[in-house]
């Protein structure tokens, strides 16, 4: 089945590199020197597997005392539509819990707003680009 851990070897991390650069780079056009950046070398990596295959990634770091933001939250298209997404987003605010974020933040790409909603989040600034795809920012407030 399928099952989501923090990565703690290079392969793993490897393996989150993968899954985001199919999704981000091939398929949505993202400039692979965007798609990695230097927050990579700080962030929490988590990585969806199925069997040992990688099929999902996201990360998390902390910007502000007390506040994580959420990145790079993608599935293998051939997975959308099995929770994968809510999946990833469960294990990435549990991670929060315990690093005592009081808040989530992120930049949601536009059409995937109404997937943010479901999880409680709420958005908080007008549509803008970046990447050359519209994102809107959202939050939420984090339950200790």
Same mark, same amino acid.
């Given at each position: 089945m399928f099952h989501v851990k923090i990565t703690s070897t290079e392969q793993e991390r490897e393996d989150a590199f993968f899954?985001?650069?199919k999704v981000f780079v091939e398929?949505?056009?993202?400039?692979?020197t965007l798609e990695l950046d230097e927050f990579d070398n700080t962030a929490? #990596?988590?990585?969806v597997y199925t069997e %040992?295959?990688?099929i999902g990634a996201g $990360?998390?770091? *902390?910007? #502000? #005392? =007390?506040? =994580?933001?959420? @990145? $790079?939250?993608?599935v293998l298209? @051939?997975?959308?539509?099995? %929770?994968l997404g809510?999946?990833?987003?469960? &294990?990435? *605010?549990d991670h929060a819990v315990t690093k005592n974020f009081q808040k989530v933040i992120l930049n949601a790409q536009s059409y995937s707003i109404p997937f943010y909603e479901k999880l409680g989040y709420v958005t908080t600034s007008p549509e803008f680009m970046d990447a050359d795809i519209p #994102? $809107? &920012?959202m939050e939420k407030t984090i339950k200790q």
């Open positions: 899954v985001r650069k398929e949505q056009g993202v400039p692979l929490d #990596h988590f990585v %040992n295959s990688p $990360r998390i770091r *902390e910007t #502000h #005392h =007390g506040i =994580g933001k959420v @990145e $790079r939250v993608c298209p @051939e997975y959308r539509g099995k %929770n809510k999946l990833v987003m469960q &294990a990435l *605010e #994102h $809107r &920012a």
